[in-house]
């Protein structure tokens, strides 16, 4: 369970990291200096999350499509850095692979929590696919949407941490 929920603790981060940054873009434009300088750190978050979901899931299209999703959102950094605001679209292109990648996550939280698992994995899509519309100024969906898989990931990490003997060592979440 360790690398699991290492890889949703990492997950949970990036998702609250990503409605600051939905916030931040909407008011402030794409090539705000702090949105990038989150940006760039959601990348990092995304190699971290990446190797413990490798290693928690075991799934060779896992392995093999998680580094072209995190490389292309990668290059949509890099190109927002350089002034070029095309990287927003490039970044956006991106995390059309979020789901892919996420429903491969569900398959082993469907044994956890069907239901939140359900959740993250429709609110994944759902902020995916709805990330072009912060480019026609309506942030607020995709904000929606990463709002709830922030709510699944908390109930999904509560449980997984209390089968991982969280709460018999006195942790809390």
Same mark, same amino acid.
């Given at each position: 369970?360790?690398? *699991?929920?290492?890889?949703? @603790? /990492?997950?949970? +981060? #990036?998702? &609250? !990291?990503? =409605?600051?940054?939905?916030?931040?873009?909407?008011?402030?434009?794409?090539?705000?200096?702090?949105?990038?300088?989150?940006?760039?750190?959601?990348?990092?978050?995304?190699?971290?999350?990446?190797?413990?979901?490798?290693?928690?899931?075991?799934?060779?299209?896992?392995?093999? *499509?998680?580094?072209?999703? @995190? /490389?292309?959102? +990668? #290059?949509? &950094? !890099?190109? =927002?850095?350089?002034?070029?605001?095309?990287?927003?679209?490039?970044?956006?292109?991106?995390?059309?692979?979020?789901?892919?990648?996420?429903?491969?996550?569900?398959?082993?939280?469907?044994?956890?929590?069907?239901?939140?698992?359900?959740?993250?994995?429709?609110?994944?899509?759902?902020?995916?696919?709805?990330?072009?519309?912060?480019? #026609?100024?309506?942030?607020?969906?995709?904000?929606?949407?990463?709002?709830?898989?922030?709510?699944?990931?908390?109930?999904?990490?509560?449980?997984?941490?209390?089968?991982?003997?969280?709460?018999?060592?006195?942790?809390?979440?």
């Amino acid at each position: 369970m360790g690398d *699991l929920l290492a890889g949703l @603790i /990492g997950s949970l +981060a #990036a998702a &609250v !990291v990503i =409605l600051v940054v939905l916030y931040m873009v909407a008011h402030f434009g794409v090539l705000y200096l702090p949105a990038m300088a989150l940006m760039t750190l959601l990348v990092v978050i995304a190699v971290y999350v990446y190797i413990r979901f490798k290693r928690a899931l075991g799934e060779r299209w896992f392995t093999i *499509l998680g580094p072209p999703v @995190i /490389g292309a959102s +990668a #290059a949509g &950094v !890099v190109l =927002l850095w350089l002034g070029r605001g095309e990287g927003a679209v490039v970044v956006a292109a991106a995390y059309f692979g979020e789901p892919v990648l996420g429903y491969f996550i569900y398959k082993k939280l469907a044994g956890v929590d069907r239901l939140w698992a359900a959740v993250f994995l429709l609110s994944a899509a759902a902020y995916a696919y709805s990330l072009p519309a912060v480019m #026609a100024g309506h942030w607020y969906i995709p904000f929606a949407a990463d709002l709830a898989k922030t709510v699944a990931l908390v109930f999904i990490i509560r449980r997984v941490w209390g089968a991982a003997g969280g709460q018999r060592r006195g942790g809390r979440f």
